[in-house]
């Protein structure tokens, strides 16, 4: 029983101690977790459970679009690809389709990889 309150405790301080940057890829992260466990679902026949984490990615994208600062000019361009994604969510999530939420994936992962390098960068 220790065991899992130790790994809750751990992640709760992973958590609170990270930078807004590594929340950002640990939200890039869950939202790629989430996407394939929602595959994984779809292929099984259990869309109930595709539903709730296609549903959990959907939050996740509506939370960075809800931190987007439009006095920067890319704001505009990360927005366009959010509401891409969280439309293909949409289409996905109605005809349980997992081309569609693999093209999700794609952008995740291609996005998460941009954030993880502009962290090494700004490192420098």
């Known amino acids: 029983m220790a065991l899992p309150n130790a790994y809750k405790a751990y992640s709760n301080s992973k958590l609170m101690t990270a ?3 590594q929340l950002t890829l640990m939200l890039y992260d869950g939202a790629i977790k989430f996407t394939n466990i929602a595959i994984e679902a779809i292929e099984n026949k259990n869309y109930e459970k595709a539903n709730t984490y296609i549903q959990k ?33 949409v289409y996905a999530n109605m005809k349980k389709d997992v081309e569609v939420l693999q093209d999700v994936l794609k952008h995740l992962r291609s996005m998460r990889e941009t ?4 962290m090494r960068l700004a490192k420098r």
Do not use: C
């Open 19 to 21: 930078s807004p940057a």
């Open 57 to 89: 990615t959907h939050r996740i994208i509506d939370e960075f679009r809800s931190t987007l600062n439009f006095k920067y000019p890319v704001a505009q361009e990360f927005e366009n690809v959010y509401v891409m994604i969280s439309e293909k969510l």
């Open 115 to 118: 954030w993880e390098e502009v």
